[in-house]
């Protein structure tokens, strides 16, 4: 793997699941051969489990690992080519990502949507340039369209409780205050579709995903009817991509709740976090000894050294 920017990046998903399986069982087996490797986390954007899991996963492989917070301690980066620097911008990506590769064997950036230009957005401007101009491999920490190690994550979890070869899962939108990216959703979407699972994804009309991540999964726009036979329900909110960036409606009839789970094959309930509580999901639902949200986020460190592992052993 000479990167990891989607699940295209990931030629067999099979064995990388079995490959996660035995880091799972034994994470502190020792890699001799890394004990010089270094792993730089960027961050443009805030972050819990990302940060956490990734500084984690890197020592448990005994790999040197630096935390860069670019917002609160580094210059203001210019990614547009030919840009004059006249203003807020004190040093290009060309030579950030530039320099920073030559400190380090992985660097792995965290940048989100802005949600203002749906076309700039789903270029993936920030995470490309690092790609094009950083000399080592970098690693995709959530960029504006994707977050494959989080998707990673949720897929081991699935593994970890499915009961059939092929579970319903469901990818419901539910309510937030604040518009957020489509990032988790597309990715959770593509990584549950190449897993093989049956997919439904259901919301409210106008907040579609974009057709290359919804792919062949079942779309609905009825809570209730999706829910039924559910083995899996993993809710999620997003802003919408037709009407880029926007909060068409805050229902609350969207939030999920028991009566909703109820309705499920005994449901796991699933969500990546952070998560607001009684907005998306009700007390009783989270707390309840079917969430799996705690074991999702636990993953996150599995799905990380995994990643890193199979890029440093190159
Ligand atoms: N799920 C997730 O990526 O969490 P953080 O934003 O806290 O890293």
């Known amino acids: 793997m000479n990167g990891f920017f989607s699940i295209d990046d990931v030629d067999d998903l099979p064995n990388l699941i079995k490959m996660a399986k035995d880091i799972k069982k034994n994470p ?6 890394l004990q010089n490797k270094s792993i730089c986390l960027l961050f443009l954007n805030p972050s819990l489990r ?3 899991s990734s500084q984690r996963a890197a020592q448990n492989l005994g790999v040197h690992v630096t935390v860069f917070d670019v917002s609160a301690g580094g210059w203001q980066i210019e990614f547009e080519d030919g840009a004059v620097m006249n203003g ?11 320099v920073i590769g030559t400190y380090f064997d992985i660097v792995a950036v965290r940048a989100f949507a802005q949600l203002q230009d749906r ?4 270029s993936e401007q920030v995470l490309n340039q690092f790609i094009k101009h950083c000399p080592v491999p970098v690693v995709n920490l959530e960029s504006s369209t994707r977050h494959p190690l989080q998707a990673f994550a949720d897929v081991l979890t699935i593994e970890s409780h499915k009961k059939v070869e092929k579970p319903k899962v469901v ?34 009309k106008g907040y579609e995903l974009a057709p290359e991540f919804v792919g062949n999964a079942k779309v609905e726009y009825d809570q209730l009817k999706a829910f039924e036979c559910a083995d899996f329900i993993y809710a ?34 699933m969500h990546c976090l952070p998560v607001r509580r009684n907005v998306v999901v009700s007390d009783d639902v989270i707390d309840s000894a079917n969430s799996l949200v705690v074991e999702e ?4 460190i599995v799905s990380a050294q995994t990643i890193f592992k199979n890029i440093l052993e190159q």
Request: hydrophobic fraction near 35%; glycine fraction near 2%.
């Open 88 to 98: 807020n911008s004190a040093e290009h990506i060309k030579e950030a990502a530039a």
């Open 28 to 33: 502190y087996k020792q890699h001799k051969e």
């Open 171 to 204: 990818l419901t939108w539910a309510p937030h205050p604040k518009a957020l990216p489509q990032a988790v959703a597309n990715s959770f979407s593509l990584w549950v579709q190449k897993s093989d699972y049956q997919l439904t994804i259901v919301q409210p």
């Open 297 to 300: 986020a636990s993953n996150r």
């Open 119 to 122: 076309c700039l957005d789903y």
């Open 50 to 52: 990302t940060r956490l």
């Open 236 to 269: 999620k909110n997003w802003s919408s991509y037709s009407d880029y960036g926007k909060i068409l409606t805050n229902d609350r009839n969207w939030m999920v709740d028991v009566a909703k789970m109820q309705r499920t094959n005994e449901a796991k309930f």
